[in-house]
């Protein structure tokens, strides 16, 4: 599996014919040299939230692709008003597709979806376990740490995506804890370094945690295994 990151929670994903993006915040992401126009063959994004640097690209990016995405019922029926086929799903869910399986988590966050008319609802923010192939990896969104983290541990995840930036989600004493829970075999950290706010040392992070590989990606770098 090929994992790139693209800047804050930004990942594209790649494994046999399943190619997709999560969170894809591209246009004015400080962080990412990608642009929606890269990317013409994906088969699926994954939208955490409403928000604006996770929502980010996907509707062009998904009429582009014809990509479709996994998302929230709230945003799903927002996307679809869009032109955007949509895979509607909630917290707790889990669904086979051709791919592999997805499992639908909880996220401590909002999720209001910013527009020219004002905020719309968008439902419960989430995070996602990715299976392909018999390999999982478990993106957890924008989220503080949460005791549901724990339940994650039976998953077996390989590969977590954590948010370590503070003041709107984990910081790295959190995301650290939240690596006990979960015990994945490795971590990525994210969401951080974007904006000022969210300013933090990922070797920091890497020397709070034990027992789970730290990988440390600059945006753009690619992880695989």
């Known amino acids: 599996m090929k994992i790139q990151f693209l800047g ?5 994903i790649e494994e046999g014919n399943f190619k997709a993006l999560i969170d ?13 126009s ?30 479709t995405v996994v998302t929230n019922y709230e945003i799903a029926l927002y996307l679809e008003k869009e032109g955007v086929t ?29 527009t020219e008319n ?16 018999g390999k999982k990896v478990y993106h957890a969104g924008d989220t503080g740490l949460t005791m549901d983290m724990k339940l994650l541990e039976v998953e077996n995840i390989d590969l977590a995506l954590l948010p370590i930036g503070g003041n709107f989600t984990m910081d790295m004493e959190d995301a650290a804890r939240a690596v006990g829970f979960i ?25 709070k945690v034990h027992n789970t590989e730290v990988i440390i990606l600059n945006p753009n770098e690619i992880y695989e295994f």
Request: charged share 15%.
């Open 183 to 207: 015990q994945p075999k490795k971590v990525i950290p994210m969401h951080y370094d974007t904006f000022p706010v969210i300013k933090a040392d990922s070797n920091t992070f890497k020397e």
């Open 24 to 36: 894809p915040f591209l246009t004015n992401n400080p962080q990412s040299s990608a642009k929606p």
């Open 38 to 67: 890269d990317f013409n063959d994906l088969t699926h994004i994954f939208v955490t939230h409403g928000h604006g640097d996770h929502l980010g690209d996907t509707v062009e990016i998904a009429k582009n692709n014809n990509a």
């Open 86 to 114: 949509a895979h509607p799903m909630h917290i707790g869910g889990r669904t086979k597709f051709d791919f592999g399986t997805i499992k639908m988590t909880p996220a401590l966050h909002g999720s209001g979806i910013e």
């Open 8 to 12: 804050h929670s930004c990942f594209y």
């Open 118 to 133: 004002g905020l719309v609802y968008g439902g419960n923010p989430c995070g996602f376990v990715i299976e392909v192939n």
